[in-house]
């Protein structure tokens, strides 16, 4: 699978922390985000996709800054989250998430996720489904 550049930055920042955690010999990558836009109030389920989850331990998930909520390992390939409200400034703009393990280790996904100024837009500016 030939990666874009934006996936094999991340797998490359991915795969040095996950190096220096004792992960499994294929390490810990991001594919994508689903979805990638949500409502401003929370409460949407996101499912972030990608290998080598469950060497990551105890997660927090942070978008923007703000704390997600029902965080999980679903299993080896898959994060689940719940978005938390949006800052009013967060609107419409491209959020980082941040993955933060319990052994202080971290993963920032740069603009991955963006709240919808219009709570009917499905899109929120990009396909439903982000490659990262």
């Known amino acids: ?26 390490g810990t990558f991001y594919e994508s985000l689903n979805p990638s836009a949500g409502r401003p109030s929370g409460g949407e389920e996101v499912r972030l996709r990608g290998g080598g989850f469950r060497a990551l331990g105890n997660l927090e998930v942070r978008i923007g800054g703000k704390a997600a909520t029902n965080v999980g390992i679903a299993d080896d390939n898959t994060v689940v989250f719940t978005t938390p409200e949006a800052r009013e400034g967060d609107i419409g703009h491209p959020l980082s998430i941040y993955l933060l393990t319990s052994e202080g280790r971290s993963v920032v996904l740069r603009n991955a996720f963006t709240y919808r100024r219009n709570p009917n837009d499905s899109t929120g500016g990009s396909d439903l489904q982000r490659r990262l």
Do not use: I
């Open 1 to 26: 699978m030939r990666l874009g550049w934006r996936q094999g930055v991340m797998a490359a920042v991915v795969a040095v922390s996950a190096g220096s955690a004792g992960c499994n010999k294929g």
